[in-house]
């Protein structure tokens, strides 16, 4: 069974084209998204229903949230906008007039990646960094950072190859499920943070290769 976190502004009921799934439903406003009340909790999809989508409030979201899949919900997102989320961390757009069937099934899509995701047994050490792939958190020295589910996946394959070249077509088949120019952007910006995240620890490094992708390295 999935878990389902519906937002809306004023917490309107779910469509009915995903109560009758069986799934498990939990309806939240966007007040209690700026709100602490659930922070730490864990859902595989978000589903936002807003006129309003901001790249602050996303980021807001997927850091206090643990959140498989984060999909918008509006009518109001031009194309620029509409890429400044993909980079944020969301991993669908739909327009609000979808139809209940439409909507059943693609999250029955996410519902068939989430099954065949694989979630790593244990914590990985990255030099002083502890990484909780499956509970999405970057551990350094007592303080906790919640990865987005993208940020997660690209620094779980930059793990798998460490000290290996990390094709950047093959995580982006992986991750983004297509190898497009938006897509590729949006995976620079992704290591950039990911950059950021491990500063703090000076022998880590995420180097570029040309023609092929990434290496994530540490040096003794």
Same mark, same amino acid.
């Given at each position: 069974?999935?878990?389902?976190?519906? $937002?809306?502004?004023?917490?309107?009921?779910?469509?009915?084209?995903?109560?009758?799934?069986?799934?498990?439903?939990?309806?939240?406003?966007?007040?209690?998204?700026?709100?602490?009340?659930?922070?730490?909790?864990?859902?595989?999809?978000?589903?936002?229903?807003?006129?309003?989508?901001?790249?602050?409030?996303?980021?807001?979201?997927?850091?206090?949230?643990?959140?498989? =899949?984060?999909?918008?919900?509006?009518?109001?997102?031009?194309?620029?906008?509409?890429?400044?989320?993909?980079?944020?961390?969301?991993?669908? $757009?739909?327009?609000?007039?979808?139809?209940?069937?439409?909507?059943?099934?693609?999250?029955?899509?996410?519902?068939?990646?989430?099954?065949?995701?694989?979630? &790593?047994?244990?914590?990985?050490?990255?030099?002083?960094?502890?990484?909780?792939? /499956?509970?999405?958190?970057?551990? =350094?020295?007592?303080? &906790?950072?919640?990865?987005?589910?993208?940020?997660? /996946?690209?620094?779980?394959?930059?793990?798998?190859?460490?000290?290996?070249?990390?094709?950047?077509?093959?995580?982006?088949?992986?991750?983004?499920? /297509?190898?497009?120019? &938006?897509?590729?952007?949006?995976?620079?910006?992704?290591?950039?943070?990911?950059?950021?995240?491990?500063?703090?620890?000076?022998?880590?490094?995420?180097?570029?290769?040309?023609?092929?992708?990434?290496?994530?390295?540490?040096?003794?």
């Amino acid at each position: 069974m999935i878990r389902i976190l519906f $937002i809306s502004q004023d917490d309107k009921e779910f469509p009915s084209g995903i109560v009758s799934q069986g799934w498990e439903l939990t309806p939240c406003s966007e007040d209690e998204i700026q709100s602490s009340s659930l922070n730490g909790k864990s859902f595989d999809i978000a589903i936002w229903h807003t006129q309003s989508p901001n790249p602050s409030s996303i980021r807001s979201l997927t850091t206090n949230i643990s959140i498989q =899949f984060l999909i918008i919900l509006t009518s109001a997102c031009d194309e620029t906008n509409r890429i400044v989320m993909l980079q944020n961390g969301v991993d669908d $757009i739909l327009d609000e007039s979808i139809s209940n069937e439409e909507l059943q099934l693609r999250l029955k899509t996410y519902q068939k990646r989430l099954s065949k995701t694989h979630l &790593h047994s244990g914590i990985r050490r990255i030099g002083s960094y502890d990484f909780d792939y /499956e509970r999405r958190v970057l551990s =350094f020295a007592g303080e &906790h950072r919640i990865l987005t589910t993208k940020e997660a /996946e690209l620094l779980s394959m930059l793990a798998e190859s460490m000290n290996l070249p990390l094709s950047k077509h093959d995580a982006l088949i992986r991750i983004w499920g /297509e190898d497009s120019y &938006h897509n590729g952007r949006s995976m620079d910006v992704y290591i950039a943070k990911l950059r950021k995240y491990l500063q703090l620890d000076e022998d880590i490094h995420i180097m570029n290769i040309h023609g092929t992708g990434y290496k994530l390295s540490i040096l003794t």
